[in-house]
């Protein structure tokens, strides 16, 4: 507890002493000629704004809102539904991954475009929540005290009242978990779906209509109110998970669905399975867009999708946008995913070499992670330009913050009694991380690469839509001011089925390397 809490101290040391280099460095205009206002300088706009940031959080709070308890409800539903059946559960697979891969800028222009009013805010704070808290509830019952389970069935009870008296509430802690992961989620969708376009009011939409003014303290303050309402929503949930459940700990979540029984050994059915998981997420899509009405014209199902690359007279054309805007985005979400990974693993390492300076990096990790992409990116124009070291610098943002909390949590489970062992034969700390703890740590890894995959591109994609003009989060935003229907969907869901093609190709190099070292996979 000492140390904790020395951890502690050393962080708000770190944090003050930060505020007070930024106002020396702001006060004297140092960086980018004076792109980073000091603090100062911030409040003073804030106070001037005043009158305009009500209605401006109010609708963002209230979509926020609706998201979060929309996307919740649907969320724990569906994960109470796939941990008592397993075969939903491998079923709504690929439905699930999706929404997870799912990068939030390639819908928002869709959802503007095909819903009205507070809707496109609604559902992409909806979305933004439902994966987190769908595994959180899924884990939670599924790792229930099976003694507890037997104790019921033995006194004749149902499958329902174990449902109810033993896995419910053991899922609290972990659905509790997942809330306060969710919670900034819905924050961001909700922001993003007001830069996609439609209404007045919005942090989103005031951040928007404030990009091309000259003043850089605005956007701060923007971009630091943003933050803060994430945070809240963040710290609120941790502390009602301390109310409730007092001295007990979640670190983070596992990224990965555990499976409820074997699966099924008949190959037919298993492909049977297989093929309707892949083409589920498809009609659905088809579906939503019949049960719409949206005209014809702006609304694309997969048929038309595929119509307007492969068998339109203008065909050859989008598909050579398309592999071009590729040819610039891939190469710097690679880039960027394994700079976030490397930095995430050594600063895990960190946590065992040296705690507490990792306690005091924290509170700096912790803004870069509640601080919503699209209040980030405008800030970071201001200080690094427009160029490649720009989406570099998002995508390790925000891609670091995530996997290091995993591999973290990896790293302090391996037993110290196996950690000991190079020690006792004269090992030094370095021969201990290298022969024991890394090896112990590789499924958290893979997790952790899991969780960075989707999060790289969307960072690499907003990086394109606001500042650098490249890639395919410019050509969405090209093709929105065209009225090119065809493309912003071809965009969407290109990058949909890229994130899962990743995801899924993480998985199965996972299954083989842990398989050859005899170690188990939770995917």
């Given at each position: 507890?000492?140390?904790?809490?020395?951890?502690?101290?050393?962080?708000?040391?770190?944090?003050?002493?930060?505020?007070?280099?930024?106002?020396?460095v702001?006060?004297?205009?140092?960086?980018?000629?004076?792109?980073?206002?000091?603090?100062?300088?911030?409040?003073?706009?804030?106070?001037?704004?005043?009158?305009?940031?009500?209605?401006?959080?109010?609708?963002?709070?209230?979509?926020?809102?609706?998201?979060?308890?929309?996307?919740?409800?649907?969320?724990?539903?569906?994960?109470?539904?796939?941990?008592?059946?397993?075969?939903?559960?491998?079923?709504?697979?690929?439905?699930?991954?999706?929404?997870f891969?799912?990068?939030?800028?390639?819908?928002?222009?869709?959802?503007?475009?095909?819903?009205?009013?507070?809707?496109?805010?609604?559902?992409?704070?909806?979305?933004?929540?439902?994966?987190?808290?769908?595994?959180?509830?899924v884990?939670?019952?599924?790792?229930?005290?099976?003694?507890?389970?037997?104790?019921?069935?033995?006194?004749?009870?149902?499958?329902?009242?174990?449902?109810?008296?033993?896995?419910?509430?053991?899922?609290?802690?972990?659905?509790?978990?997942?809330?306060?992961?969710?919670?900034?989620?819905?924050?961001?969708?909700?922001?993003l779906?007001?830069?996609?376009?439609?209404?007045?009011?919005?942090?989103?939409?005031?951040?928007?209509?404030?990009?091309?003014r000259?003043?850089?303290?605005?956007?701060?303050?923007?971009?630091?109110v943003?933050?803060?309402?994430?945070?809240?929503s963040?710290?609120?949930?941790?502390?009602?998970?301390?109310?409730?459940?007092?001295?007990t700990?979640?670190?983070?979540?596992?990224?990965?669905?555990?499976?409820?029984?074997?699966?099924?050994?008949?190959?037919?059915?298993?492909?049977?399975?297989?093929?309707?998981?892949?083409?589920?997420?498809?009609?659905?899509?088809?579906?939503?867009?019949?049960?719409?009405?949206?005209?014809?014209?702006?609304?694309?199902?997969?048929v038309?999708?595929f119509?307007?690359?492969?068998?339109?007279?203008?065909?050859?054309?989008?598909?050579?946008?398309?592999?071009?805007?590729?040819?610039?985005?891939?190469?710097?979400?690679?880039?960027?995913?394994?700079?976030?990974?490397?930095?995430?693993?050594?600063?895990?390492?960190?946590?065992?070499?040296?705690?507490?300076?990792?306690?005091?990096?924290?509170?700096?990790?912790?803004v870069?992670?509640?601080?919503?992409?699209v209040?980030?990116?405008?800030?970071?124009?201001?200080?690094?330009?427009?160029?490649?070291?720009?989406?570099?610098?998002?995508?390790?943002?925000?891609?670091?913050?995530?996997?290091?909390v995993?591999?973290?949590?990896?790293?302090?489970?391996?037993?110290?009694?196996?950690?000991?062992?190079?020690?006792?034969?004269?090992?030094?700390?370095?021969?201990?991380?290298?022969?024991?703890?890394?090896?112990?740590?590789?499924?958290?890894?893979?997790?952790?690469?899991?969780?960075?995959?989707?999060?790289?591109?969307?960072?690499?994609?907003?990086?394109?839509?606001?500042a650098?003009?490249?890639?395919?989060?410019?050509?969405?935003?090209?093709?929105?001011?065209?009225l090119?229907?065809g493309?912003?969907?071809?965009?969407?869901?290109?990058s949909?089925?890229?994130?899962?093609?990743?995801?899924?190709?993480?998985?199965?190099?996972?299954?083989?390397v842990?398989?050859?070292?005899?170690?188990?996979?939770?995917?």
């Amino acid at each position: 507890m000492a140390g904790e809490g020395a951890g502690r101290h050393a962080g708000l040391r770190n944090a003050v002493i930060l505020l007070l280099v930024w106002e020396l460095v702001g006060q004297l205009g140092i960086v980018a000629g004076g792109a980073l206002p000091p603090p100062s300088d911030i409040l003073i706009r804030l106070w001037q704004d005043r009158a305009d940031y009500p209605r401006h959080i109010g609708a963002t709070l209230w979509a926020s809102a609706l998201g979060f308890v929309i996307g919740n409800v649907v969320a724990i539903a569906g994960g109470i539904l796939f941990a008592m059946s397993p075969l939903m559960l491998r079923l709504f697979r690929g439905i699930n991954i999706a929404a997870f891969a799912l990068p939030p800028i390639a819908i928002a222009p869709i959802l503007a475009l095909t819903l009205s009013g507070m809707a496109p805010r609604i559902t992409l704070a909806a979305l933004g929540v439902y994966f987190v808290t769908m595994t959180a509830t899924v884990i939670g019952i599924s790792q229930a005290d099976s003694r507890a389970q037997d104790v019921i069935r033995a006194y004749g009870g149902t499958r329902w009242k174990v449902l109810r008296l033993v896995q419910l509430r053991s899922a609290v802690p972990s659905i509790l978990a997942g809330l306060r992961v969710a919670a900034p989620n819905a924050v961001l969708g909700a922001i993003l779906a007001e830069f996609g376009g439609g209404g007045r009011w919005g942090l989103g939409t005031y951040l928007l209509g404030s990009l091309g003014r000259a003043e850089p303290d605005r956007l701060w303050g923007i971009g630091l109110v943003a933050t803060v309402i994430a945070g809240l929503s963040y710290a609120g949930f941790a502390v009602l998970s301390h109310r409730m459940l007092g001295a007990t700990k979640a670190v983070t979540l596992n990224t990965a669905v555990p499976a409820g029984q074997p699966r099924p050994g008949h190959v037919a059915e298993r492909i049977a399975v297989a093929l309707v998981a892949i083409t589920l997420p498809f009609t659905i899509w088809w579906a939503l867009i019949r049960l719409s009405g949206a005209p014809a014209m702006i609304a694309k199902t997969p048929v038309d999708v595929f119509t307007y690359l492969f068998l339109s007279p203008a065909s050859s054309t989008a598909q050579a946008k398309l592999l071009a805007a590729l040819g610039q985005t891939l190469p710097i979400t690679f880039a960027g995913m394994a700079a976030g990974l490397g930095f995430a693993f050594l600063l895990a390492i960190g946590t065992k070499l040296s705690p507490r300076a990792t306690q005091a990096f924290m509170p700096i990790a912790l803004v870069t992670q509640t601080m919503p992409l699209v209040a980030l990116t405008p800030l970071l124009v201001l200080i690094l330009g427009r160029g490649t070291s720009l989406t570099l610098w998002i995508t390790i943002s925000v891609t670091f913050f995530p996997a290091f909390v995993t591999l973290a949590q990896g790293i302090s489970l391996v037993p110290r009694s196996a950690e000991e062992l190079p020690r006792v034969y004269g090992g030094s700390r370095w021969q201990e991380l290298r022969l024991v703890t890394i090896p112990a740590s590789l499924p958290y890894l893979f997790a952790a690469t899991r969780l960075t995959v989707p999060r790289a591109l969307l960072g690499v994609m907003i990086a394109e839509w606001l500042a650098t003009g490249r890639g395919i989060g410019n050509l969405l935003n090209q093709s929105r001011g065209y009225l090119d229907y065809g493309m912003i969907w071809s965009v969407a869901a290109v990058s949909v089925i890229l994130s899962v093609v990743f995801f899924q190709i993480v998985v199965v190099v996972e299954r083989r390397v842990l398989a050859r070292l005899g170690m188990t996979t939770s995917e």
